[in-house]
């Protein structure tokens, strides 16, 4: 799909997870109109993502998309092994493939196989990407001075807030909150930074379900800004970070939620 990509990318390189559509596919977005080559991943067809490809192409970056499974080990080997072969680079490491469970069930009646579904591909995947990522880019800071890599983990109000007909949702993402934390204090010897966003209730295909729910809430005061959070709300706090607009700071937490983590009386 992208075959006339240099070795080496003179431009930076963007690897977002899950970024096919919904958050992910409008974080690329907002990455190549800010200059950055793009790497897609997701698990869709590679036919219905050449719309996606074509409209980051538009923005003048190159962009490749690697059909990979986060949770499984092979397929993050095969991430790791195209961004070698096709770019030559990482700056910037987007932690947001996500899932919620198939079915809501109350945290008694959750079953084991929705838990090791769901922890796999929010949780297990993501820890593991990075560490493989991870130490390309030390390696990258050892070899060349112009690559300042940064991660950024896609969490969710859910990794602070009880919602217990979604435990295993909610325990993934408190598990995202850690790993953030312990990835920003071991890499910050390297200088590599590591941050996470929590977006809050955004209106994607994960949220339509529970759409009219949400609009009440929303209606009734559930966050101070009343409105719906849009995919791009997200994309352009991961940009800010992107461009290195938080140097002196590691292990820093974003919220884009609307206001949703003021506790008010």
Known sequence: MSSHINQISERPVALVTGSTRGIGAAIAL??????F??????????????????????????????RADVSI???RNLILKE???????IDILVNNAGVAPEVRRDILEVTEESFDRVMAINLKGPFFLTQLIAKWMIELKKERGDIDPIIINISSISSYTSSPERAEYCISKAGVSMMTKLYAHRLSEYGIRVYEIR????LTDM?????????????????????????????KAVVAIAKGYFPFSTGEVFNVDGGFHLRRL
Do not use: H
């Not at 907002?30 to 200059?35: C, M, R």
């Open 30 to 35: 907002e990455l190549a109109q800010n200059g």
């Open 37 to 66: 080559n793009l790497a897609i991943n997701g698990r869709s067809p590679e036919e219905q993502v050449i719309p996606l490809i074509n409209k980051i192409q538009s923005f003048g970056v190159k962009a490749i998309y690697i």
């Open 73 to 75: 080990g092979e397929d």
């Open 83 to 89: 961004l070698k072969e096709k770019f030559g680079r």
């Open 199 to 202: 977006p809050g209730i955004i």
């Open 207 to 235: 949220t339509m379900p529970v759409k009219q729910k949400y609009d009440r809430l929303i209606a009734e005061g559930l966050t101070p800004i009343k409105r719906w959070g849009r995919p791009e709300d997200v994309a």
